[in-house]
């Protein structure tokens, strides 16, 4: 099964990255090398029954010192207060620099536990073990961690990247068919921004990929964590703009989610913020319309909306204004202008800088129909 070992930061950090059925119960295997004086598992209450017993005991039959703290599922739980209890956990158990804290579950508590990571006592190693595809496939790799604030997402965090990432496909099983999905949404996006071949696997696979058959989740899951990391290596910071790519359907996904209420998927709405992109593409970029065309039957054959009728929220009214306003507030603007991710062709992206307002009024009108 594939191990590999990644470059993933300035100075010389190296991530292990793990993919392997069956992993998350063999996990003491993988941390005891770490030789970790204690370690705590932070999970959540919707993964916690499902896994977080077979984890520690894996974890002390290692002979290692493993406790597990549970907080609530959901978004509402990336907030200062649940850093917090985790801190506090972390004081009352005296975890000290060699201690090791592991992650158990999806994009939530991988970025709320990092967080805490590399917050206690100035930074300690954790190890990420993803349970959902948006983890397996973004949120476990490039080091950002962080939590919400009533006035924004993701607003207080830490470059913190894990030491070991424990990647355990059937972990899958369990997870919503919606949400499956919804990750593979991350998936379209670097296959449409960085590898043309890619897109073709998608193109080939879609049914046993939403079967999750297991080599075909295996493939895609290394592929993706590939293709992050080199992106994430030669940009650890967000400096260069190479990461920038990344963003793309972003802009647009970001302001639909936001101007639902969050009633849908992050997946979802980065689908409808990728079908825009690609119109806008078309008219900013040089895009040939049959590969936009291409494009958007690639997300729906995945089951993703690509316009807002066709979503579970469509009865709710998405006014395009304010969704246009939003993009205006986008953090990736320079200042005055529209930037926005775009691909000149199917596998090649970069960013445009004076993307013209009808241009988005057409795609974001394309959108909402
Ligand atoms: N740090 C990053 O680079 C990065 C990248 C992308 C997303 N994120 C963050 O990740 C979060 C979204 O991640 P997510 O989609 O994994 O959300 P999530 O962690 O909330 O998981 C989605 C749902 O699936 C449930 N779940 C998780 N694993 C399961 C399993 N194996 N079986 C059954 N149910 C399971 C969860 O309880 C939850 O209800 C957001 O907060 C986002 O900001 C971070
Ligand atoms: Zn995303």
């Not at 696979?205 to 895609?220: D, F, R, S, Y």
């Amino acid at each position: 099964m594939p191990s590999l070992d990644l470059n993933t930061a300035a100075e010389k950090h190296v991530t292990r990255v793990v993919i392997e059925p069956g992993a998350a119960a063999r996990a003491g295997s993988y941390v005891e090398p770490l030789r970790p004086s204690k370690v705590l598992l932070v999970s959540e209450t919707t993964v916690a029954p499902l896994l977080a017993d077979k984890v520690l005991a894996s974890l002390r039959s290692a002979g290692l010192d493993a406790e597990g703290e549970f907080f609530s599922s959901g978004e509402a739980s990336k907030s200062p207060q649940v850093v917090e209890v985790i801190h506090g956990r972390l004081a009352a158990m005296a975890l000290g620099r060699d201690g090791v804290i592991v992650a158990l579950g999806g994009g939530v508590v991988s970025d709320v536990a990092g967080f805490a990571a590399a917050t206690w006592m100035r930074g300690v190693r954790f190890v990420i073990c993803p349970t959902t595809m948006e983890a397996m496939l973004d949120a476990s790799i490039g080091g950002k961690t962080g939590i919400n604030l009533p006035a924004g997402k993701n607003l207080v965090g830490a470059f913190h990247h894990p030491s070991l990432v424990l990647i355990d496909p059937t972990t899958l099983n369990t997870l919503p068919p919606r949400d499956v999905r919804a990750g593979l949404a991350e998936s379209i996006k670097h296959a449409l921004v960085f590898d043309e071949a890619f897109v073709g696997w998608h193109e080939a696979n879609v049914e046993c990929v939403l079967k999750l058959e297991p080599g075909a989740v295996t493939e895609l899951i290394h592929r993706n964590v590939r293709i992050k990391a080199d992106v994430v290596a030669a940009d650890p910071y967000e400096r260069t703009g190479r990461r920038a790519l990344l963003n793309f359907g972003h802009t647009i996904g970001h302001a639909l989610e936001a101007e639902c209420g969050y009633a849908l998927r992050h997946g979802e709405c980065v689908a409808m913020g990728m079908a825009a992109a690609l119109s806008l593409s078309v008219r900013c970029a040089g895009l040939a319309a049959d590969q936009a065309r291409r494009g958007r039957q690639l997300i729906e054959a995945f089951g993703l909306p690509v316009r807002w009728s066709a979503c579970v929220a469509a009865s709710q009214h998405i006014d395009p204004h304010a969704l246009l306003e939003r993009t205006r507030t986008d953090k990736k603007n320079a200042a005055g202008r529209r930037r926005f991710v775009l691909v000149e062709a199917i596998g090649r992206a970069k960013v445009v800088d004076d993307v013209d307002d009808e241009s988005l009024q057409e795609a974001i009108r394309e959108v909402l129909t």
